[in-house]
């Protein structure tokens, strides 16, 4: 679907246009580019070494400025000719040969050391929000497996794992750095699998050993409208996709997240904000159409959400599938559509309707629509069905009734046998 093709990863080394590269810092030949880095590390090395990381602001801004060129000069790099991983790479077998700048990252553990002096020092938001740019810039920029190398994946996740702490968090102005880098971390991810496993099995201590830290950083965000909701919708589908053959992963997304319940449940809140009454443009008007609703920002966001659920289901591993299937049944469609389809006011009625039916042309997942077809089916409200209710606003002469043209030509069947077969024919 387009959803899932607009996230078809890029290669190495390709650069979006949100994320411009910074001027190389040294465009030389590599050796001395490396002598370039050896430089800024010996001078970097003394400030980290020193026992009062909070004595000085110079201090500060000399590790910022050296770490910044350093970054620099690894995300240019270029990988190396032959030759096996450094010490402190996670990945076994064939690893990709790495430069020489990334060799002395590595050895040296550059980022580890940098990112626990700013521990130590206390990380205010000022600098949580230079680290989080620095690791997306070298993770989405370099031409280099990052995060298959223990020096750079183990810092990444302690810097993350503050940013779930909730006495520091990440503050609503750094939210937009976090999910860039988050999703940055996914799109690595999808070019390399194997980097799903790593993150799994190498979360801090205090999240647990089965804490996908990531994943859970992004959940919040499921609902969230404007780019960002978009970029952590698109991150968690990144996630959905490469884990769909991955059992452990998997069960902890269906057992140990709030992942379903949120995507659901979210559902809940998100209709509860559309518009109660929709302007109706004459007789021949039957459903709601793209350009009726794409300018009602509430319906938007829904319909965003909805989407990416249906996407979820489409790439999901089954264990997460059938949950979130049941959590839309029952968290989504019969405590709130079934109430909302039965309001006594005629405006509450027609709305309420059309919603129902632009929701069922959206769409396409097996899965997904068969869960909506259970509910028109078989669920009851006042000792009615959905599908009773439905066939007498159908049958009546008032405006609460579909006209022709729409989806539900099938809902102007004669008798409930034959809308049952058809409504059950696109199920199939």
């Not at 809140?269 to 007789?283: C, H, N, Q, T, W």
């Not at 309420?352 to 039916?357: G, H, I, N, V």
Request: proline letters at 7%.
């Amino acid at each position: 679907m387009s959803w899932l093709s607009r996230l078809t990863p890029r290669g190495p080394g390709s650069r979006s246009s949100r994320n411009v590269a910074p001027s190389s810092p040294c465009t030389a030949d590599p050796e001395t580019c490396l002598m370039v880095f050896e430089n800024h590390w010996r001078q970097l090395s003394w400030v980290l070494e020193q026992r009062d990381p909070s004595a000085s602001s110079d201090d500060l801004t000399a590790v910022r400025n050296h770490t910044d060129q350093m970054l620099c000069l690894l995300a240019e790099e270029r990988p190396g000719e032959r030759g096996e991983g450094p010490p402190g790479t996670l990945t076994s077998g064939n690893v990709p040969p790495v430069g020489p700048i990334l060799g002395l990252m590595v050895t040296e553990n550059v980022l580890e050391r940098v990112v626990q002096w700013h521990l130590r020092r206390g990380l205010d938001p000022d600098s949580q929000g230079a680290l989080l740019k620095l690791f997306e810039m070298v993770i989405g920029q370099s031409q280099q497996p990052l995060l298959q190398h223990k020096a750079v994946l183990q810092p990444l996740l302690g810097l993350l794992g503050a940013c779930a702490e909730p006495q520091l968090g990440c503050p609503p102005s750094l939210e937009n750095s976090l999910v860039l880098l988050l999703n940055q971390i996914c799109v690595s991810m999808a070019r390399a699998p194997a980097v799903l496993e790593l993150l799994f099995r190498s979360a801090p201590a205090q999240h647990g050993p089965t804490n996908l830290l990531i994943f859970s950083l992004l959940v919040p965000f499921i609902h969230r409208d404007g780019a960002i909701g978009q970029q952590a919708r698109d991150a968690l589908l990144l996630v959905m996709a490469t884990s769909a053959s991955n059992q452990g992963v998997a069960r902890y997304i269906a057992e140990n997240s709030y992942f379903c319940p949120v995507l659901a449940t979210g559902l809940s809140a998100l209709y509860s904000s559309l518009p109660r009454k929709i302007e109706v443009r004459g007789d021949d008007w039957h459903s709601l159409r793209r350009e009726d609703w794409m300018g009602v920002s509430s319906l938007v966001l829904f319909m965003n959400s909805l989407e990416f659920c249906n996407a979820v289901i489409q790439v999901a591993h089954p264990l997460v599938r059938s949950q979130l299937v049941d959590y839309v049944h029952n968290g989504f469609l019969v405590p709130v559509m079934g109430p909302a389809l039965h309001k006594s006011s005629v405006d509450e009625m027609i709305a309420s309707t059309a919603y129902l039916d632009l929701f069922l042309r959206s769409v396409t997942e097996t899965a997904l629509l068969k869960t909506f077809l259970r509910f028109i089916l078989m669920h009851r409200h006042d000792n009615d069905t959905i599908l009773d209710t439905l066939l007498t606003r159908v049958s009546s002469n008032s405006r609460v009734s579909w006209r022709a043209g729409s989806w539900p030509p099938v809902m102007r069947c004669a008798d409930r046998t034959t809308l049952w077969r058809a409504l059950r024919l696109r199920a199939v």
